[in-house]
C-alpha cells in the first residue's frame, strides 16, 4: 500500500487549502483513515479522522475549520481546511489503518500506512 497527499502550498493567514490522499491497494471507506501534521518546533499531531462508518473526529484546536472527508468513488481522503493561520504551518500527513474500523480519536497508534507528507505554509 502506497499512500500520497498533495495539495499543500503556500497561503495567506484566512484562506483555505485542500488537502487530497491517495492510496494504492487500499479502499478508503472500509477502514480508519486520518490527517496528521508536525509544525515546527513540536510533536507530530492528529488532526482529524474517519471511521469506515462516517464518523469523524478533531483534534480540538482545530475549532470546526477544517473538515475530513472521503470520497468512496475517487477513492480519496480530502482534509478541507478553512481560517488557516500561521500556526497550522507544518507537514500534514495522511494515514490509514490496517484493520480498524474504528478509532476514537486521531492518535497514531490506529494507523499502519503513512503518506510522506505535504508541506502547508501559512504567512501572516
Known amino acids: 500500500v502506497q499512500v500520497a497527499e498533495s495539495g499543500g502550498g503556500s497561503v495567506q493567514a484566512g484562506g483555505s487549502l485542500r488537502l487530497s490522499c491517495a492510496a494504492s491497494?487500499?479502499?478508503?471507506?472500509?477502514?480508519?483513515a486520518g490527517w496528521f501534521r508536525k509544525r515546527p518546533g513540536k510533536e507530530r499531531e492528529g488532526v482529524a479522522i474517519?471511521?469506515?462508518?462516517?464518523?469523524?473526529r478533531y483534534e480540538d484546536s482545530i475549532e470546526g475549520r477544517f473538515h475530513i472527508s472521503q470520497d468512496n468513488v475517487k477513492n480519496l481522503l480530502y482534509l478541507q481546511m478553512n481560517s488557516l493561520t500561521p500556526e497550522d504551518t507544518g507537514m500534514y500527513y495522511c494515514?490509514?489503518?490496517?484493520?480498524?474500523?474504528?478509532?476514537?480519536?486521531?492518535?497514531?497508534?490506529?494507523?499502519?500506512?503513512w503518506g510522506q507528507g505535504t508541506q502547508v505554509t501559512v504567512s501572516s
Open positions: 494515514a490509514a489503518s490496517l484493520n480498524r474500523r474504528t478509532c476514537n480519536s486521531p492518535n497514531a497508534g490506529y494507523f499502519y500506512y
Open positions: 491497494s487500499y479502499t478508503f471507506g472500509e477502514r480508519c
Open positions: 474517519i471511521q469506515a462508518d462516517g464518523v469523524t
